[in-house]
């Protein structure tokens, strides 16, 4: 028996509990890992919450990633004790996830730890990590350098936000970061921002068209805030978006697009190949300083999960959250 968290619907009725299962309850897979470590994500919060229709099969163990050690195998790639990390293909959703002392996955869905990073410090990067470095690489895949201006950074204060932000410092941007948290400007500039922008500046309509200022941007937002992001992006900029903290409308004309050549880069971390997934967490263990982490990060127990996503939906938490499952 383990530790797990655990959501159940029947008819109307949504629940989520601190339980412990057995073994034979998890889902066939080639690999079992003993978890040391997940995260609470957006989605994890829309789920345990059920706030949005993010699980579809039940009951289900949220938790979008997780890093641990191999338990056993029949994987060719991974033996026992090995280290891995596994972000997305819909563990937490369809297959059961990391809020949990064990998980049973495909072995092809795991990442071995990189050497940069112990299992506490890959799931302070976790998904909005990952999601971050998707986005930086699709920046410098589209000719975004760090000499032709501004980066603009929404949801600064957010997961993938505050990793974007240090990463893109170290690699010598400017970066501005849109908050709709002002007093939490001082954090986000101690990642590495000269600039902060409140949120409220491109939350409501804007025109088709707007004064070119961004090379580049990194959107967690959606909505308005997207619409007037690429709307003041400069000729031939790149706009890569990740995610919908603010809705999954697109309230945009295609003037920034046919008449300024800007590109909109959609970003996802789900089932990203594992070719990406192994460049991306290759480049953070150089691209971000780990230094930094100790800022953007706090840890909880399993046990705290459940009422830590009511407050990351709150917008009350900054930064990563780091789960230790074994508390």
Request: glycine share 12%; charged share 20%.
């Amino acid at each position: 028996m383990f530790k797990s968290i655990l959501i159940n619907k029947t008819d109307s009725d949504y629940q989520v509990k601190l339980t412990e299962i057995d073994e034979s309850s998890l889902p066939e897979g080639d690999v079992t890992v003993d978890i040391q470590y997940s995260s609470l994500n957006y989605k994890d919060a829309l789920a345990i919450t059920g706030k949005s229709p993010v699980v579809r099969r039940f009951p289900m163990i949220p938790g979008i990633d997780f890093a641990g050690t191999v338990a056993s195998s029949s994987h060719p790639d991974f033996d026992t004790g090995m280290s891995v990390i596994l972000n997305g293909w819909g563990v937490g959703e369809v297959h059961m996830g990391g809020f949990s002392q064990k998980a049973q996955v495909k072995g092809d869905w795991l990442v071995p730890l990189p050497s940069a990073f112990d299992s506490r410090q890959a799931m302070a990067i976790g998904t909005a990590g990952y999601t971050a470095m998707l986005c930086v690489l699709a920046l410098e895949k589209n000719g975004v350098t760090p000499d032709q201006g501004e980066i603009l950074v929404t949801g600064a204060t957010g997961g993938v936000g505050s990793v974007a932000v240090a990463i893109l410092s170290k690699l010598g941007y400017q970066i501005v970061g849109l908050t709709g948290r002002p007093e939490e400007s001082d954090y986000v500039m101690s990642l590495g921002a000269a600039e902060i922008l409140n949120r409220s500046e491109l939350s409501e309509p804007g025109r088709p068209l707007a004064k070119e200022r961004w090379a580049g941007v990194v959107d967690v937002v959606g909505s308005h805030v997207l619409a007037n992001a690429c709307a003041s992006t400069r000729y031939g900029g790149v706009v890569t978006a990740c995610g919908l903290a603010g809705g999954m409308d697109f309230p945009a004309s295609v003037a920034p697009f046919i008449l300024r050549g800007v590109s909109l880069i959609g970003v996802d971390s789900v089932m990203c190949s594992k070719n990406i997934r192994l460049e991306a967490w290759e480049r953070l263990g150089q691209d971000l300083d780990l230094t930094k982490l100790g800022n953007i990060v706090h840890e909880i127990g399993l046990s705290k999960t459940i009422e830590a996503a009511d407050d990351l939906l709150a917008g009350k938490i900054r930064g990563r959250v780091v789960i230790d499952v074994n508390q």
